[in-house]
């Protein structure tokens, strides 16, 4: 997990990964996400990994319902892509990191 | 807060039979329903209610929790449609403050949104976030209820339809098991109870409302699918939504159960008295006028009416083709003031265009106007009206309101107008069974000076003329005109 301390930089991307405790899909979803941002994102990415078990109070906020759930915080607009991640093209063009746009707006 | 009762502590007036071990019901607080399923839906499993568009089935989830909110048994809101402040509007029009449930923690309202083209699908997942989600509203007020309205929504926003319909499988054996109380809405399929045959899931009950349109009027159905381990009723039950929200008219006809009195009651004629043995009708019976235009039906009625507000006792008239304003002067111009009566509170006069709603709506209107005002004789003026549903409906109306009245022991005087030259074939056979006393009303021929006739066609087990007294209009009543003696009782019984 990459942690880059203190205020997101300008062109710094917000991630939220949902998950429901430590099973073996979660586990995969982070370890795929991670891999497809460090190719992509080096060094202008965070992850944040929220927990419902611990915290079922945070899935109203981004409307969970299924897990595992990422949402794209920043860049706006908000995305989700939900699974495992397995398949990193949709996950790229879930994240718009996939031509079309180039994802470079400012906030 | 009320303690909840529970089914053994609050004797229904259906009780079940001996063979099967009562089954714990909730009750719904919706009028009739729990009459007609004898206690309300079943405890700690999941109903399923569904229907078409405007059923009502949202309606219906939000009484059930609301009446369990006021009583004790916390309830979750599980929307997948509408918002929070959509809910709050819709039921605040029926009196109920949501908010302030919410605020005491004995209402939660969980807005779920799953928008398709916000979610990318890539590899495996569940819906534990749904459960987690629903977990934490049960958990945080304690909820004993919940809705899932609509729950299906799920399928216009998630695409994996084999891992939605395990999910669901798994959420009702999960909300069974925790012992709540669910109502699960879904929408009426092509061809299916739902489109996505959530009727395989949820199998302990169910409950499709049909909401219909024949002639440009609105009728609602409520049919009890299947109620596993309970007895119910499998007629489709009229209900309507008014006001104080769904009401359901349970059908108790078919029981026959009614008692009989030997009391009689008299139809504010002397010699209209006179042709029933000179004691008029029996208290609890129905009576029929039938006759073409200007044969004085609603003068007879009228006059019955006066008798039992002379006496002290309470009466309403359902008046379907005049204002209570025409209705009153009209009845002064042959004899009566029915306005003081109406002052003193003995009579009300309901008047209301028969078109304007269903069937359904007028039954279910007279049953809260009787049980509010609780009269001893009611007026219903003309049946005929009614006669634009078809003939069925009308029957099993006329049914359920004669039901209805025989129940609580209150005298029915109707009127029905026969359209052309008045012949007594052209009455509905269907609805002549129900009508105890049955009179003719005919003009009399041309060059008669304009006098009427009447004949009592039958009267059940009471001894009546059977001869045909004319009688002219004046302005102080009915009067008879032809000699008394060919009037005197004969014995005779309906059929």
């Known amino acids: 997990m990459s942690k880059k301390p203190a205020r997101a930089r300008r062109d710094e991307w917000i991630l939220r990964l949902y998950v429901a405790g430590r099973s073996a899909r979660s586990a995969a979803a982070l370890r795929n996400l991670e891999a497809i941002c460090e190719e992509h994102l080096a060094g202008r990415y965070r992850i944040e990994v929220i927990d419902l078990v611990k915290h079922p109070q945070l899935a109203r906020g981004d409307q969970i319902v299924a897990v595992p759930t990422l949402v794209r915080h920043l860049p706006p607009p908000m995305k989700k892509i939900i699974g495992d991640l397995s398949n990193e093209e949709s996950v790229l063009v879930g994240l718009d990191l996939r031509p079309r746009r180039k994802a470079a707006r400012t906030v | ?495």
Not at chain 2, 217 to 244: A, C, Q, W
Not at chain 2, 324 to 353: E, T
Not at chain 2, 359 to 365: G, I, K, N, P, S
Not at chain 2, 427 to 448: C, F, H, K
């Open chain 2, 1 to 495: 807060m009320l303690p909840m009762p529970t089914s053994t502590s609050r004797p229904r007036r259906a009780a079940p039979s001996p063979a099967v071990p009562p089954l714990g019901k909730a009750s719904t607080g919706i009028d009739g329903f729990d009459q007609i399923t004898g206690g309300g839906l079943p405890r700690g499993r999941p109903t399923l209610v569904c229907g078409g568009p405007g059923c009502g089935k949202t309606l219906f989830g939000l009484e059930f929790l609301i009446h369990g909110a006021e009583r004790g048994e916390p309830g979750v809101f599980v929307t997948f449609e509408e918002t929070e402040q959509d809910l709050t509007q819709n039921v605040a029009s029926l009196g109920h403050n949501l908010p302030q449930l919410v605020r005491q923690n004995r209402l939660a309202i969980e807005y779920i949104r799953v928008e398709r083209s916000e979610i990318e699908e890539t590899g495996e997942y569940d819906l534990e976030g749904l459960f987690i989600r629903l977990d934490h509203a049960l958990r945080s007020i304690k909820a004993k209820r919940i809705v899932l309205d609509t729950i299906e929504s799920l399928f216009a926003g998630l695409s994996n339809t084999g891992v939605l319909r395990a999910e669901l499988r798994r959420l009702f054996a999960w909300l069974k098991e925790r012992r709540i109380t669910a109502v699960i809405t879904g929408e009426r399929g092509s061809d299916t109870l739902t489109r996505q045959g959530l009727e395989e899931y949820v199998s302990d009950c169910v409950i499709f409302l049909d909401h219909r349109i024949n002639d440009e009027v609105s009728t609602r159905r409520l049919r009890i699918v299947k109620y596993r381990g309970s007895s119910h009723g499998t007629n489709e039950y009229p209900f309507m939504i008014d006001r104080r929200g769904i009401a359901v008219l349970p059908v108790t006809s078919l029981q026959l159960i009614h008692e009989a009195t030997s009391e009689r009651i008299p139809t504010g004629l002397r010699w209209l008295d006179a042709m029933f043995g000179g004691e008029g009708y029996f208290r609890g019976s129905s009576v029929l006028f039938s006759g073409a235009a200007g044969t004085a039906k609603t003068t007879l009625a009228a006059y019955f009416l006066d008798a039992a507000c002379r006496r002290g006792e309470r009466a309403i008239c359902f008046q379907f083709e005049e204002s209570p304003a025409q209705y009153s002067r009209n009845m002064r111009s042959v004899g009566l003031d029915l306005g003081r009566w109406v002052k003193n509170r003995r009579l009300q006069i309901h008047a209301a265009r028969p078109t304007l709603y269903g069937l359904e709506y007028h039954l279910a209107t007279m049953h809260r106007e009787v049980d509010d005002f609780q009269p001893s004789v009611v007026v219903v003026d003309p049946l005929s009206s009614f006669m634009g549903g078809s003939f069925q409906e009308i029957n099993s109306m006329v049914m359920r309101l004669i039901d209805l009245l025989k129940s609580r022991g209150i005298t029915g005087v109707f009127t029905h107008l026969i359209p052309g030259s008045g012949s007594a074939q052209e009455v509905e056979v269907g609805v002549s069974s129900l009508i105890d006393t049955w009179i003719l009303l005919r003009n009399a021929p041309p060059g008669e000076d304009g006098g009427r006739h009447l004949s009592i066609l039958k009267s059940r087990g009471m001894a009546h003329s059977d001869a045909r007294r004319s009688f002219v209009l004046t302005g102080d009543g009915p009067r008879a005109t032809n000699d008394p003696d060919d009037a005197r009782p004969r014995r005779g019984g309906g059929r």
